[in-house]
């Protein structure tokens, strides 16, 4: 199939065009040419062939004689290029085919016959008709046969030029552009300068293009070599991120999950809830409390910081609350184009340690109540934000006869025992603490003695309740004694507050031994017989 976009063939029509519009140029100038040179070629034939009888005709002319003049006449008229001839003279005159030629329209040329020896004298005149259409249709004839000759020619001359330029020009580079066609980039490959060509335009060509290809194929190798290390990078890096334990998360702005890791995945599944696409911005829905957590993230985002965070999440299971440790990196592309790295670590375990430790600091390991560690940071926080509370010092009458005669395991059980009535008959919002030994403390809310009475009758109730150890008959019963003071009628201050219930306190333990009943004294009362006593 012929490729009429091909070099070849545009050049081909090319030089067939200029050959054609050459060739049509110079066959009309030459045909131009040759007519004119025939035209003028006839009338010298006529005028040499006049020369040739011109003597008979002088002659005849001057000795008068017929037969002379007529051979002289028809000699002229035997000729192709003339139609008809007359002489004329004074004393004679012949003409051959005039009629004719007078038919014709055709205009003579004259001659005039001289004196044989007087030259410069006139004797006669000699007319001859040119065959004008002889002439032209010979002088057209001979045009065409040239113009043949000369198309003939420029064909020829056109056809060996094409086939000079095919096998010189064009072949060689058909042979070039198959072969780089054929060429794989990259490879070691290369063009073959095609015979003859080596020092011409065809040849540089090929050259150029081989130090081309060689220039392709190092940057392919650099290429190839630059993309194996980032093949083995990107395995490590994938290798590392899959397999790490702290769950990663790479996310678009709009909040759609771009990478993933496993431990992310399960840690997901951890809470209960469902793996898909995405969970909102910043994994807003994962979180309880999501307006806190993205306000810190966008704080620090403005800075151009990271942000971190302890965060709890949400959770469909029924197990343990799932605390993270959140680290958030905003990160920008190239292309402007705004991405977030989640970090998220399972403190779970650290936040229930924790917890046992602050259980451990503020709570009492036997009672399980609070201890005096955990009962002053409750006052000191009461105390902080204003509330008015009643702090109810007690301590166990009999407790170290049961130590002395039953040893510390019975003594540990009446601890426990006297804790849970603590708890029992308290009210919702007050707090039993154990705040050392044998000596415990209520924080009750509480403004006035008599709301502090009716509950302590329902502890004292509580506590006297008897015990048996060692299947003995007779039980033990342990008693309690009181001494409450007022925040802040009795005192703003905390030391100078337990001061003062334990001042009460002892002074009830006093009024016990002359008054069972009497277990309890408010600090204030004791307050006033001192400064009675005093």
Avoid at 37 to 66: K, P, R
Avoid at 245 to 253: N, R, W
Avoid at 514 to 533: G, K, T
Wanted: aromatic share 10%; glycine share 4%.
């Amino acid at each position: 199939m012929i490729n009429v976009q091909g070099l070849g063939f545009r050049f081909s029509l090319f030089l067939i065009a200029a050959a054609m519009i050459v060739v049509f140029t110079t066959a009309e100038f030459f045909y131009r040419v040759t007519y004119e040179n025939e035209i003028s070629e006839a009338n010298s034939d006529i005028e040499e062939l006049y020369q040739t009888v011109g003597a008979t005709a002088s002659i005849a002319a001057f000795l008068e004689d017929e037969d002379l003049a007529t051979e002289a006449i028809n000699g002229l008229v035997k000729t192709d290029k003339i139609l008809a001839a007359s002489i004329k003279s004074e004393a004679l005159y012949y003409q051959a085919n005039v009629t004719e030629a007078i038919n014709k329209n055709t205009k003579p040329r004259v001659f005039v016959v001289r004196h044989p020896f007087m030259p410069e004298e006139a004797l006669a005149e000699v007319n001859v008709y040119p065959n004008f259409e002889y002439i032209i249709h010979q002088a057209e004839k001979t045009s065409t046969d040239n113009n043949y000759s000369l198309y003939a020619e420029a064909l020829i001359v056109g056809i060996v030029a094409l086939v000079i330029t095919y096998y010189i020009i064009i072949s060689p580079m058909l042979r070039v552009g198959r072969s780089l066609h054929e060429i794989k980039p990259g490879t070691s490959q290369r063009l073959r300068t095609p015979k003859y060509h080596s020092r011409s335009e065809i040849g540089k060509l090929v050259y150029d293009t081989n130090q081309l290809l060689t220039k392709v194929e190092e940057q392919f190798t650099q290429e190839r070599q630059l993309r194996e290390e980032i093949e083995f990078l990107e395995k490590r890096f994938r290798m590392l991120f899959e397999n790490a334990k702290t769950a990663t998360v790479l996310m678009a702005e709009n909040g759609a999950i771009e990478l993933r890791n496993d431990a992310f995945n399960d840690l997901v599944v951890k809470t209960g809830l469902g793996i898909k696409q995405g969970y909102g911005e910043l994994l807003d829905e994962l979180f309880e409390t999501p307006v806190a957590m993205k306000s810190a993230l966008k704080e620090a985002f403005a800075r151009n910081e990271f942000a971190t965070g302890e965060y709890k999440l949400k959770s469909s299971a029924n197990d343990s609350a799932i605390w993270v440790q959140l680290i958030a990196s905003p990160l920008l592309t190239e292309e402007g184009e705004r991405y977030y790295q989640l970090t998220l670590n399972d403190i779970s375990s650290r936040r229930q340690e924790l917890q046992k430790l602050a259980l451990q600091a503020d709570f009492d390991a036997l009672t399980g109540i609070y201890n005096r560690n955990g009962g002053e940071k409750l006052i000191a926080k009461l105390m902080r934000k204003e509330h008015q509370f009643a702090l109810a010092l007690i301590d166990l009458n009999g407790f170290k006869a049961v130590n002395d005669i039953y040893g510390h395991d019975a003594g540990d059980e009446v601890l426990i025992f006297v804790a849970e009535q603590l708890k029992e008959k308290i009210r919702k919002n007050d707090v039993a603490i154990r705040w050392g030994g044998d000596e415990f403390m209520l924080l009750l809310q509480a403004d006035d003695e008599a709301s502090v009475k009716r509950v302590m009758e329902k502890v004292n109730a509580g506590i006297k309740q008897p015990f048996y150890f060692n299947d003995e008959s007779k039980p033990t019963v342990v008693s309690m004694s009181v001494g409450v003071a007022f925040y802040p009628q009795t005192s703003r201050n905390l030391h100078a507050l337990i001061k003062l219930a334990d001042m009460a306190m002892y002074k009830a333990k006093q009024n016990k031994i002359a008054s069972p009943d009497d277990y309890l004294i408010f600090a204030n009362q004791c307050r006033l017989d001192d400064e009675d006593m005093s």
